[in-house]
């Protein structure tokens, strides 16, 4: 099995890890800078790893990556790697080591973040890179926000994905109502969920739901963020389950009209019906009538190939957005900013559906 050295952990040895374009004539000059990275790979058998820290870029071909892993539960500190990247003209980017590619995705053409699946014969799992710019406070985060999540329970290496919503209040609290996709099986909610926030003049922020907390990073402006933990670990918990969340502020007056265009996309997913894990990197495109299509590649269970899949899709007036891709109904439950921007799903919503987590920001 081929393994990246991302994850390289004091105690577990090599972990591994999934393209699409970001614009036109870019270069590595664009990947510079500190980023707060996030990491989840899944297996067929439930055990799941999520992955945070920083990733320093130098603007020509090299990141050095430090952080913390949760592996079912597990915490340990990354091993100090430096990986390679390169970036295409069309912002296609990738991540390596020795001249081997372990990830091919995206990165937006302002450099501020990338998205990036596996295409190694490892496990399955995305690489999300995000670089703030300041200065933020906690009212940088305010309103409603919609919700994804993605992770394993510890306890029963079973695979979950909730979706809904937030509301964050500016002063450091939010509560979430939310449902559940438990291996296709479904509690749609609402669940409720009281969190709490830090957010630093830098953008990196923790994110709490008592016990667990989270680390990660909010996008210039505080439409979009990432986080990853649980940073706690057993001991001194018995269940610190592998979770990364994203937010999505939410917004009014839109329609079907302003999903529209490319996007960078990355995603993981657990078929239940199948017992397959798969991640998923490449281009989604929406054509602002209710049509959207996936190109890319896809890593089944370790099988790598490209994949081509379509769908359609609803948006709220506030920016909700559900999406069925062809075949059985998903209703999977994402969301995009006010200004279409980004976008985030996570579910699905109905019974038997797969279980989720997609993250995408517009080319």
Known sequence: MMRWALVVLATCGLMACGGGGGGGGLNASIVSGDYTLIFVSIEDNGE???????????????????GSNNADGVVNPLTNATLEYAVGTDGTMTLGQSGTVFLIGSVRADGTMAVLGSVDDGEPGIVILLRP???????????????????AEASTAQYFSFFGTADFDGMGAASGSIGLNLEGNVTPGPIGADLTYTLAADGTSTLSSVPRNYDGAWAPGGDFSIFGGDTVGAPPLTDSDPIVWSFVRRGSGLDDADFVGSYGFAGVEFSGTGMIASSFSGTMTADGLGRVTFRGTRNASGTVGPTAEEGTYTVAADGAIEINRVGPTENIQGSMSPDGQYFIAGGGSENGSSTVFWVAFKN
């Open 133 to 151: 710019s300041g200065p933020y406070n906690l009212a940088t985060a305010t309103g409603t926000y919609g919700v994804s999540a993605f992770g």
């Open 48 to 66: 799941t790893n999520v992955s945070w820290g920083m990733a320093a870029a130098d603007g020509v071909s090299l990141i050095a990556v430090t």
